[in-house]
């Protein structure tokens, strides 16, 4: 019998996954799903809304400055970045890497404990494909959740350009759920036991703590070009607001001007996870959940 050949694989995958992506679209339709599909909604929108009912009045940004004197205009410049940074790191950040961590980091594994990763090894390209198909199932979940949050909680704060950042933040969300599903997906295809508490470890030292340090480690970290595009794309001055400080400069941000290349550094990124996953979903042996 001869090898499948690259465009067999491929004709195979352009049928099995939208079949998979279907069939998992169905079954997550569960009360179970809908409650954490809710959470991840109301949470940050609460949040934000709060903070911004707290916020003085005079502290607000508005559009009318020309009465305000420098100090004024500096104070509402700077609540505009609070507000958009709490944005990004409520949504984008937080809520959507903890989405996709729950959902896609057990995609293997949950189909090993629930005795069904059989079905897959008989089927031609069957892991690629319930690989594939369950990524693409917690993207969809978890960006638009974050992009119905974003979209709800927008218009009660203090923005500059409430339609700019929600553009911004929406685009974030998808990029982040692109990249960190890539991210904990491999993770879940090269563990096989504690699959999330070792994707949980590494999204808080990583994510959470080397993406802020002002080193070459950080720019390794989808945390870093997620907000370097945040800065660029809402006309954030980080000299501006750090200009005593150059640690923390070269900390938030790339020199990218445009923002154009940490999009593709990202989508770099996700791809480049997402293939080496697909790779070894096909090259690693997994045991059975009564063998372990």
């Known amino acids: 019998m001869s090898a499948p050949t690259n465009t067999t694989i491929f004709s195979s995958l352009s049928r099995a996954v939208p079949g998979v992506v279907s069939y998992e679209l169905a079954r997550s339709m569960t009360l179970g799903r809908s409650a954490m599909f809710l959470l991840m909604v109301c949470i940050p929108t609460a949040l934000l809304i709060a903070v911004a009912q707290l916020t003085p ?14 100090d004024e205009i500096v104070v509402r410049a700077e609540t505009n970045l609070a507000f ?9 950040q937080v809520m959507t890497m903890l989405g996709m961590l729950v959902l896609a980091s057990p995609i293997v594994h949950s189909e090993l404990e629930g005795q069904t990763w059989v079905y897959s090894l008989v089927r031609h390209a069957g892991r690629r494909s319930l690989l594939l198909g369950k990524y693409i199932v917690a993207v969809l979940w978890t960006s638009t959740a974050g992009i119905l949050a974003v979209s709800l909680a927008t ?22 759920s692109l990249a960190y599903g890539a991210l904990f997906a491999l993770i879940g295809v090269v563990m096989q036991k504690r699959v999330m508490v070792i994707s949980f470890v590494y999204a808080l030292v990583a994510e959470g703590v080397l993406a802020w ?17 945040l800065f660029r794309w809402l006309n954030l001055s980080v000299d501006q607001y750090f200009q005593n400080d150059g640690f923390v400069r070269n900390a938030m941000v790339a020199q990218d001007p445009s923002g154009w290349t940490q999009i593709a550094s990202v989508l770099l990124i996700a791809g480049a996870l997402l293939g080496l996953a ?15």
């Open 155 to 176: 218009p009660f704060l203090p923005l500059k350009n409430p339609t700019q950042l929600w553009m911004t933040a929406s685009l974030l969300c998808l990029l982040a």
């Open 213 to 229: 340090i002002p080193a070459v480690i950080n720019q390794f970290t989808i945390a870093y070009r997620l907000r370097s595009i």
């Open 57 to 70: 009045e005079e502290a607000k940004y508005t559009f009318d400055v020309s009465e305000l004197n420098k």
């Open 278 to 292: 697909v790779w070894l979903v096909e090259k690693v042996q997994y045991s059975f959940q009564s063998e372990l």
């Open 84 to 92: 958009s940074m709490l944005v990004y790191l409520l949504i984008p």
